[in-house]
């Protein structure tokens, strides 16, 4: 608790940090796997570039707003992992590829259409990487055959190379036994490798396997055969990740911290700490809203916007000021909310961390 902070307050604990982005670079690295993180989970420079530093082969960017932002912050080297579609894009698109190496992906005609003429338009190659669906049936390409015929369909279109394949195995959340994590990380690969020959087998040159979540990543053995991983939520950790026991909580970087402002009975405490604090986020294994740390067995059962609602297991001897330390349900979308974090260091606070893609979602 830092008592000279006004609540509700974000903490980041770089040294936690720096342990969860060296020990996902020493996993993948072991398998020939480069690591290019994604960084909607902390939307900072300042947290990009110590993943630079430390090995990593450049970022992922959920939006193009989030890539025009970490370039400008001189991180160049960028993965836009959405189609970009619509002439607004398309022109800023343009602008961005002018001072940064730009990668993106398509999985329409449509999207790849609009790349082909920006690039004639501006005068150069624009690499994209194909979609493909890993299960959550939100825009990819199904594996294998289907992708080879769309492929095929934007062959020819000019100032427009496919270099890779870009997968995400988002059903892997569902899971919660070692079992199931390892043949979802084994679909993963085996999905992009197939489909990568058959291309190949068809004249294509796919030279990047774009995949991994922060689940798959920590299994790389059974994705050899891919080239990057994109881990993002890893950084931080989070509750999804804590309560089935996958990380543990000298994992969890990011905190949060809430302070009780009324106990209407002996087993209720209230918080200024709500949704628009924590996230309405739920997990599959997650037991309410939040982890309390020292008080894992009460649980944030409810959340209103600016209110939380604790339930303990019997009287408590917390009371109205007290504060609580809370590990979110889903870190990534915590420093979305902020417009700066607090980085602790060696359990003080040294500074802030600005969070300069806030909000930029489109």
């Not at 570039?49 to 970490?70: H, P």
Request: glycine share 10%.
């Amino acid at each position: 608790m830092y008592t000279d902070i006004a609540t509700p307050y974000v903490t980041i604990d770089m040294d936690i940090v720096d342990s969860n982005i060296h020990k996902m670079l020493d996993t993948v690295e072991r398998y020939g796997i480069r690591h290019r993180p994604h960084i909607k989970t902390h939307k900072s420079s300042f947290i990009a570039k110590k993943q630079l530093e430390a090995g990593c082969c450049g970022i992922t960017c959920a939006k193009l707003s989030e890539a025009e932002v970490m370039a400008k912050h001189g991180i160049t080297d960028i993965l836009i992992a959405f189609p970009i579609i619509g002439s607004l894009k398309l022109e800023r698109l343009g602008k961005l590829i002018g001072i940064a190496d730009i990668k993106t992906i398509v999985n329409s005609l449509e999207g790849a259409k609009g790349l082909s003429n920006l690039g004639v338009e501006i005068g150069k190659i624009i690499s994209v990487y194909i979609e493909i669906d890993g299960g959550l049936n939100r825009g990819g390409v199904l594996p294998g055959i289907p992708t080879l015929e769309f492929a095929e369909s934007i062959r020819d279109l000019p100032n427009l190379t496919i270099d890779g394949l870009m997968y995400y195995g988002g059903t892997i959340y569902a899971e919660n036994s070692q079992e199931e994590i390892i043949r979802k990380s084994r679909q993963e690969r085996d999905d992009l490798v197939m489909t990568q020959k058959l291309l190949c087998s068809h004249g294509f040159s796919i030279k990047v396997l774009s995949t991994g979540s922060s689940y798959s990543s920590r299994n790389a053995q059974y994705l050899e055969g891919v080239t990057e991983v994109r881990a993002g939520n890893y950084v931080f950790n989070d509750a999804s990740t804590l309560w089935p026991g996958l990380v543990k909580l000298k994992d969890c970087a990011l905190s949060v911290w809430s302070t009780v402002v009324a106990k209407p009975d002996t087993n209720t405490l209230i918080i200024d700490a709500g949704s628009k604090t924590l996230t309405s986020d739920t997990g599959a294994f997650t037991k309410g809203y939040g982890y309390i740390v020292g008080h894992e067995d009460f649980q944030l059962f409810k959340l209103n916007e600016e209110h939380g609602f604790v339930r303990t297991t019997g009287p408590t001897n917390l009371t109205i000021g007290d504060v609580l330390q809370i590990i979110p349900n889903h870190s990534c979308v915590i420093p979305n909310l902020n417009w700066h974090v607090y980085a602790v260091i060696d359990g003080k606070i040294e500074h802030q961390i600005q969070i300069e893609a806030r909000g930029m979602n489109v």
